[in-house]
């Protein structure tokens, strides 16, 4: 029954558009500094609507663009370049950060459109 009620009570405090996403993080091997981001939850996400921010060893957090041939750091690599829309559950994104030696990675996924934080994720990388 307080499984029921709770649920009632968060879907009654939304405005119809909860979203719902799980992610998880880890070191990217051999990359200094990256973290690879997994969806393993929630609906499609369009990259239009993503801001992913990063934030190494607790300074302030940067919004971090697509890779390109010009930004190779603080950037993040979208799994498939083909899939230029879509986020999907299941999909890495590599996230390259500033960081060098071994740093803590806060990764924050928000969704722009929305204002909302999706999610935040904390990585230890070397």
């Known amino acids: 029954v307080l499984y029921v009620w709770a649920a009632n009570l968060a879907e009654s405090n939304t405005d119809g558009s909860l979203e719902l996403y799980t992610f998880s993080g880890a070191d990217a091997p051999g990359n200094d500094g990256a973290v690879i981001m997994t969806m393993s939850g929630g609906s499609d996400l369009g990259w239009a609507s993503i801001v992913i921010k990063a934030s190494v060893d607790g300074a302030a957090s940067v919004t971090v663009p697509a890779c390109d041939s010009t930004t190779t750091e603080n950037c993040y690599t979208a799994p498939d370049p083909g899939d230029s829309v879509y986020w999907n ?11 060098t030696g071994t740093c803590t990675v806060e990764i924050h996924i928000l969704n722009n459109r929305e204002g909302t934080l999706l999610d935040t994720t904390i990585i230890d990388v070397e």
């Open 89 to 99: 559950v299941g999909e890495d994104v590599s996230v390259d950060t500033s960081c």
